[in-house]
C-alpha cells in the first residue's frame, strides 16, 4: 500500500520515530525501532537521498551523527499514514472489533515480555 510512495516497512517506521523522538543520533534511532546500527544507516542513508531526513554531526559527541526529519519526511510520513492505516484495517478484518483489540493488546504483551530474547531490544525511553 505504501508503494505509491516509494516507502519501504523500516522507512515508514524510521521516519514515524524521528517523528515522535526529534532528533537522536543513529544509534539511539536503532534502540528505539529494534534496528541493528547497518539496519540504520542504510536505511537513513536512503532516506536523505530522497530529503526526507537530514544528518548533521552530532555537537555533543562529535563521532556520531543526528538524524533529522525533514519538512518533507514529514509531510510524505502523514501522506502514507492512511495507507499504513489501511493495511492494518484489512490485516484485521476477519475478527470483529473486541478480538482486533484482544489480539492487539496479547501480541503487545509477546513483544514486551521477550524483548529481552531480541537481536537487538528496543530500548524504552528513560
Given at each position: 500500500?505504501?508503494?505509491?510512495?516509494?516507502?519501504?516497512?523500516?522507512?515508514?517506521?524510521?521516519?514515524?520515530?524521528?517523528?515522535?523522538?526529534?532528533?537522536?543520533?543513529?544509534?539511539?534511532?536503532?534502540g528505539?525501532?529494534?534496528?541493528?546500527?547497518?539496519?540504520v544507516?542504510?536505511?537513513?542513508?536512503?532516506?536523505?537521498?530522497?530529503?526526507?531526513?537530514?544528518?548533521?554531526?552530532?555537537?555533543?559527541?562529535?563521532?556520531?551523527?543526528?538524524?533529522?526529519?525533514?519538512?518533507?519526511?514529514?509531510?510524505?510520513?502523514?501522506?502514507?499514514?492512511?495507507?499504513?492505516?489501511?493495511?492494518?484495517?484489512?490485516?484485521?478484518a476477519?475478527?470483529?472489533?473486541?478480538?482486533?483489540?484482544?489480539?492487539?493488546?496479547?501480541?503487545?504483551?509477546?513483544?514486551?515480555?521477550?524483548?529481552?530474547?531480541?537481536?537487538?531490544?528496543?530500548?524504552?525511553?528513560?
Amino acid at each position: 500500500m505504501c508503494e505509491a510512495f516509494e516507502l519501504t516497512q523500516l522507512q515508514y517506521i524510521i521516519l514515524c520515530a524521528l517523528e515522535e523522538k526529534g532528533a537522536i543520533d543513529q544509534i539511539t534511532l536503532g534502540g528505539h525501532t529494534a534496528l541493528d546500527r547497518n539496519t540504520v544507516a542504510v536505511v537513513v542513508r536512503k532516506l536523505e537521498e530522497r530529503g526526507l531526513v537530514s544528518r548533521d554531526r552530532n555537537p555533543e559527541d562529535r563521532r556520531s551523527m543526528l538524524v533529522s526529519l525533514t519538512e518533507e519526511g514529514r509531510r510524505l510520513r502523514h501522506a502514507a499514514e492512511p495507507a499504513v492505516a489501511e493495511v492494518q484495517e484489512a490485516l484485521l478484518a476477519p475478527l470483529a472489533k473486541e478480538e482486533q483489540e484482544t489480539l492487539c493488546r496479547l501480541l503487545q504483551t509477546v513483544a514486551d515480555e521477550n524483548n529481552h530474547l531480541s537481536r537487538v531490544p528496543v530500548r524504552q525511553a528513560g
